[in-house]
């Protein structure tokens, strides 16, 4: 079993940044891809981006290309997202998710499913001010 627990969250500026972790325990972390989604308030939840289990291979939606980037640091089983140039349509709760199986996507698409994710974190809230 994998816990997942985000940090990093809070109240920004639009044009600022913000750089949010997930940490994961359990040692087989480092083999798990990892994404990271966000929900808004009254809205579904939406893909934000990727990256494989090697780090090898990221993928994002088309609205946070460009601004943000994913990382992973598998020596500290963590999992980070920095968000540049943030705008008040980014204000959301976000969660760090992982997948059990090393292989399992190849594919934006595959990688964008929620429902490809195994293990979920409790999420962490972005509010972007105007």
């Known amino acids: 079993q994998v816990q997942l627990v985000e940090s990093g969250g809070g109240l920004v500026q639009a044009g600022g940044s913000l750089r949010l972790s997930c940490a994961a325990s359990g040692r087989t972390f480092s083999s798990y891809p990892t994404g990271w989604f966000r929900q808004a308030p009254g809205k579904a939840r939406e893909f934000v981006a990727a990256?494989?289990?090697?780090?090898?291979?990221?993928y994002y939606a088309d609205s946070m290309k460009g601004r943000f980037t994913i990382s992973r640091d598998n020596a500290k089983n963590t999992v980070y997202l920095q968000m540049n140039s943030l705008k008040p349509e980014d204000t959301a709760v976000y969660y760090c998710a992982a997948q059990n199986v090393g292989q399992r996507c190849s594919s934006y698409g595959c990688y964008s499913r929620a429902l490809e994710y195994d293990y979920w974190g409790q999420g962490t809230q972005v509010t972007v001010s105007s």
């Open positions: 990256i494989s289990w090697s780090g090898g291979s990221t």
